[in-house]
């Protein structure tokens, strides 16, 4: 949270937090990732639980010492972020339709391996797949809009961002979906190359690097980092 060459902490297995003498920052594991992501407790609360392999009933809201934290905006809209991804996903590895996709990705050298590493995914030409398929999970469509995956027509009607498009998720340092680059599979002369998910609560353009949550582990170690201009050049 500063920049310090030489900073010291005082951790307390006791309380299990921690606190730097350089900042006056402290907390436990919780306020760390509500710090550094910009969540709120429930969020950090969820994030942390699937690190460690522990799965959460679903219920309203979640006592920790004398609080009950509640769900918030965006934790609806991480979790619509994360079902498109598995949905896309789900369609490039499956769907009959998705093999020009998968023709496409290997002629591009990307391997099955790399697919389930990065999920890649595939959004069908429908104009209101995901709109359905959230809509019986219990999402509606001003949700959906506000996670930066639909588009409000000029007829009053929404319908889904990404069609006929090759999915590549964006995460956040945390390995979250926060949003989605859409490369396009037939170029009609007449659709953007790349469409990116507008931005939202949880994702803003200029202060998101793609695969960042993947390198930064080894640009710590190396001191090093390659800057690469698409999803795919990462890849």
């Not at 907390?27 to 992501?37: K, L, P, R, S, V």
């Not at 609360?45 to 979640?62: C, F, T, Y």
């Not at 069908?124 to 019986?136: E, G, Q, R, S, T």
């Amino acid at each position: 949270f500063h920049n310090e060459k030489t900073p010291s902490f005082m951790v307390s297995p006791e309380r299990q937090s921690f606190k730097c003498f350089g900042c006056g920052k402290g907390g436990d594991a919780f306020t760390f990732i509500e710090e550094i992501e910009g969540m709120d407790f429930y969020d950090s609360l969820k994030l942390l639980a699937g690190k460690a392999g522990v799965e959460l009933k679903k219920r309203q809201g979640i006592s920790y010492g004398n609080k009950e934290y509640l769900p918030t905006e965006k934790t609806k809209i991480f979790e619509i972020n994360d079902l498109a991804a598995q949905l896309y996903y789900k369609i490039l590895t499956e769907h009959p339709k998705a093999e020009t996709a998968r023709s496409y990705l290997r002629n591009r050298g990307i391997s099955e391996k790399s697919i389930s590493e990065w999920q890649i995914g595939y959004a069908p030409k429908a104009w209101d797949l995901l709109i359905k398929v959230l809509a019986k999970k219990g999402y509606p469509e001003k949700e959906v809009f506000k996670a930066g995956l639909l588009v409000f027509g000029e007829q009053g009607k929404y319908y889904d961002r990404f069609r006929g498009r090759i999915m590549f998720p964006i995460k956040n340092i945390s390995g979250q979906v926060i949003a989605f680059t859409g490369r396009v599979l037939e170029d009609d002369g007449k659709s953007a190359k790349y469409v990116n998910s507008s931005e939202s609560p949880i994702y803003i353009k200029g202060k998101t690097i793609f695969a960042l949550d993947k390198a930064r582990a080894d640009i710590r170690a190396q001191g090093l980092s390659v800057m690469v201009e698409g999803q795919m050049d990462v890849i």
